[in-house]
């Protein structure tokens, strides 16, 4: 997997999808910036580098058990 930006004018249009669905826009501002997303490929949410994975525990469970 190359290296992709994900802010600017050449961000990865992956990235530019993930914020615009998630409803905010602003730069990434750093390494772990976090979404998750949908079994159906809508954006459930964003969460910021300081948010740590056990915290979204809970989310990815529902979101697994949605399928």
Known sequence: ????DVNG???SPVYN???VAAGDTSDIG?????F????DGTVFGR?????GP?????YIVEL???R
């Open 36 to 39: 998750l997303v949908r079994p």
């Open 17 to 19: 999808f993930l914020k």
């Open 47 to 51: 969460y910021a580098p300081t948010t």
């Open 1 to 4: 997997m190359d290296k992709v």
């Open 30 to 34: 750093w390494n772990f910036g976090k």
């Open 9 to 11: 004018a050449n961000a």
């Open 54 to 58: 056990l915290s979204l525990e809970k």
């Open 64 to 66: 697994i058990n949605s």
